[in-house]
């Protein structure tokens, strides 16, 4: 497993084994790659998440293969040329295949054919092709076997499991298909108008290895909802009278000549292809299809949420968060620099109560009462409004005057009604309590987002479509790596906050939380022993992730690990100084020579990292604050023109492209080949969510409500519409595929089995 997972990762096996070791021990990611990067050669967190994931895989498929084994080895069919070709397996898809003749099922057609005395039927045809198929059958008629026909059924259905339970040609059948089939999307009748929103795949194929996440996504939704059908379609385009998928399955069992054995054999070639194996891979596939689209999805999706939980944070700053509403008014909620609620109210300055004025006064009041330095105002229904109103108060009051700041509202109202917020705010409303989460998030976004489900804050595409299990597992992930990376204040961190740092948990995050308020401030990282149930293991995992800042011991505000004090220790006194006067003294740290301070326990990344937190001690990894500002006048989708110069924040990367919050409460898609003048493979190379960026409006289709914006200096250049770019994705489709009528066929048996299948799948 090493060596196998080393060649993917890029890595020497001896490094993924030593990880291995570490992680079955217990041992978090993000503690791996910090603190033990001695251990294991310096991997970091990417590799040591794609280590642990393929791991899991691996040892699924041990697991798959020592239980085949052994029921091949009950059954006595288990001979060694079997047993080496199940080691040698190295997918799950090639172990099935192998152990498909093995596997218990229900009584077959071969099975009946086989007890009727029909199986050296099967055998004399596939070694006699001189003989004539009916004379051989006539030898086996009986009273189970009424006449030669019967005969010959009996025969073709048992030749027909052998060709399909054959694992080699079903593996080089299954690669082909991965090679040379399209899949092909109908809209099924009568569902045109119900089904718009799908409209771009009426009549739509591609190549199935080419089909992108987003794309196959789509159409599976749209199969879903009943308004596609899908299929998958190998050489359609290929006229010849026997398909090359069909030769692939003579060839394997040498069937080539016109001798009259061939002849027949060739007819239970193409039952065998039709009947059984074309919509055994085409299930396969369409599986393949999307694995592999919820496995892009929910890259993008954790990539996205990972630039959202890192985002700038504003800082510890009073805040006035706004969460909009016209008919049942703007909640507001005040927090201080810590997060702390100060002061909560309802206005009403939209109909029907209008109450402008009196809602200008109330939150003036508020802002000279509580020194509120930043507005959040959520980008919900209302929010241009509301910012319109917010910005004619700040316009009367005198300087300094609060910054206001737009801020995306994903999952507030989830945060509103769970258990978190809850215990939070007992006696506040719901809807007060989606203000207070807006306010929060504009200080300190990773703070306040740990506390939302992360599929609920809204940073992916097609999250209820793919595997829930893998898309929790993976978000988690992304969650932990970034509140490690950041470092979490043990004294005043929410739970919710620290059950996400290494090595804890709900439960103790709850008994630190419990503990805090019971006995005070932490006043060093020691006192964490003092934590019912927080041992020496978990201390180890999770120390060097929380800081005190101000306590006894300055180390313990830094990223630190309380195990390589000493270290640091020493470094400070080669210094000659106090270690608070050595903090950010670059000019002292860069003439140490981090060599001289290695010893039998730290190596030389210990100490550099030592030395580069000393230069920087506490430092946050995310950028500095900034906001964007939106155009006057610019409220709705109708008030949009190509042409237009607007400021917006990326909302989401996809891997088409990033969409834009412009300020008219329907994001704009800036598509891939718009966001440089360059050829850009990756959105994620020019932006991520959270980036304040200069677009230019390009086309609005209002009906659809879809807004396509460009970054490009030359927006006139290189610009395409959705549909005519789905006409160019629709160029490498077989000639054929554009040949068909304008009507779409009705689902044949074999599209019908296979939406059955992959729905009972």
């Known amino acids: 497993m090493a060596s196998v997972i080393a060649s993917e990762i890029g890595a020497r096996p001896q490094q993924v084994a030593a990880a291995i070791t570490l992680l079955d021990e217990g041992a978090t990611v993000p503690f791996v790659a910090r603190y033990r990067k001695e251990v294991t050669g310096g991997l970091d967190d990417t590799q040591l998440r794609n280590l642990a994931e393929r791991l899991a895989y691996l040892r699924e498929l041990d697991a798959r293969r020592e239980a085949i084994l052994s029921s091949i080895r009950e059954q006595g069919k288990l001979t060694d040329e079997l047993e080496a070709k199940i ?31 029909l199986g050296p039927l099967a055998e004399a045809i596939l070694a006699d092709r001189a003989a004539t198929p009916a004379e051989l059958a006539a030898a ?56 718009a929103k799908f409209s771009d795949y009426y009549d739509h194929a591609e190549r199935w290895s080419g089909v992108p996440s987003h794309r196959a996504l789509a159409m599976l939704r749209g199969r879903n909802e009943g308004v596609l059908m899908l299929d998958i379609e190998v050489d359609a385009d290929d006229a010849a009278p026997v398909k090359p998928v069909e030769r692939m399955i003579a060839q394997a069992y040498a069937i080539a000549s016109q001798q009259p054995g061939d002849r027949w054999l060739m007819g239970v070639v193409g039952w065998t292809w039709r009947i059984k194996l074309s919509l055994h891979l085409s299930i396969d596939l369409m599986g393949a299809l999307r694995e592999r689209a919820e496995e892009e999805a929910i890259q993008v999706f954790a990539r996205n949420l990972k630039d959202l939980l890192l985002a700038a944070p504003a800082g510890s700053r009073a805040t006035m968060g706004l969460d909009p509403g016209i008919r049942t008014g703007v909640k507001v909620a005040v927090v201080d620099g810590t997060g702390k609620l100060l002061a909560t109210t309802t206005v009403y300055p939209f109909p029907p109560k209008n109450d402008v004025r009196g809602t200008q006064a109330e939150l003036a009041s508020l802002v000279r009462r509580h020194n509120v330095e930043l507005v959040a105002i ?58 207070v989460s807006i306010g929060r998030r504009l200080q300190d976004p990773l703070a306040e987002l740990v506390k939302i489900e992360p599929k609920s804050i809204g940073v992916g595409q097609y999250q209820h479509d793919v595997d829930q299990y893998r898309l929790a597992r993976s978000l988690d992930a992304v969650v932990e790596d970034a509140v490690n990376a950041v470092g979490v204040d043990l004294n005043t961190a929410s739970a919710s906050l620290l059950a996400r740092v290494s090595g804890l948990g709900a439960s103790l995050a709850e008994a630190i ?38 306590g ?109 919050d412009i300020g008219v409460h329907q994001d704009g898609l800036v598509h891939v080949s718009q966001l440089a003048d360059r050829f850009v493979k990756d959105a994620h190379e020019v932006v991520k969510a959270g980036d304040v960026v200069k677009v230019r409006v390009v086309d609005v289709d209002i009906p659809r409500k879809r807004i396509a914006l460009s970054m490009r200096r030359d927006a006139s250049h290189g610009a395409a519409k959705p549909e005519q770019r789905d006409d160019r994705r629709r160029q490498n489709a077989p000639r054929q595929a554009h040949a068909r009528s304008d009507k779409p066929p009705s689902q044949g048996a074999l599209g019908a089995a296979l939406a059955e299948a992959l729905r009972k799948r």
């Open 87 to 117: 080691a040698d397996a190295a997918t799950k898809a090639e172990l099935e295949d192998i152990y498909l003749p093995y596997k218990t099922k229900r009584r077959t057609k071969a099975e009946i054919a086989r007890e009727r005395g």
């Open 140 to 195: 086996y008629v009986s009273d189970d076997v009424p006449d030669t026909k019967a005969a010959l059924e009996g025969a073709r259905d048992i030749l027909a499991e052998q060709f399909a339970e054959n694992a080699d040609l079903v593996g080089h059948l299954r690669a082909y298909m991965k090679e040379r089939a399209f899949l092909r999307s109908r809209v099924v009748e009568g569902k045109q108008e119900a089904g």
């Open 378 to 435: 959520g980008n919900g229904t209302g929010s241009r409004e509301t910012e319109k109103l917010v910005a004619e108060m700040l316009a009367d009051m005198p300087a300094p005057k609060p910054l206001k700041v737009i801020v995306s509202e994903a999952g507030a109202s989830v945060y509103s009604a769970s258990k978190t917020a809850a215990a939070e705010f007992p006696e506040l409303d719901v809807s007060l309590r989606g203000a």
């Open 513 to 550: 939380v419990k503990h805090r308020d019971a006995n005070g401030p932490f006043s060093s990282r020691q006192d964490l022993l003092k934590v019912t149930r927080l041992g020496p293991r978990t201390f180890e995992q999770c120390a060097g992730f929380l800081r005190i800042p101000n």
């Open 552 to 660: 006894a011991e300055p180390l313990d505000a830094s990223s630190v690990h309380p195990e390589a004090y000493g270290v640091a220790k020493k470094i400070v006194a080669a210094c000659g100084r106090d270690v608070r006067a050595l903090l950010g003294d670059s000019a002292a740290l860069k003439a140490l020579d981090p060599r001289v301070f290695v010893d039998e326990r730290f190596g030389l990344p210990t100490v550099r990292d030592i030395i580069a937190e000393l230069d920087k001690p506490g430092r946050d990894p995310r950028p500095s604050f900034k906001t964007a500002t939106f155009a006057d006048g610019v409220d709705d989708i109708k008030d949009l023109k190509p042409g237009m110069l607007l400021e917006g924040t990326v909302t989401n990367v996809a891997a088409f492209g990033a969409f834009v």
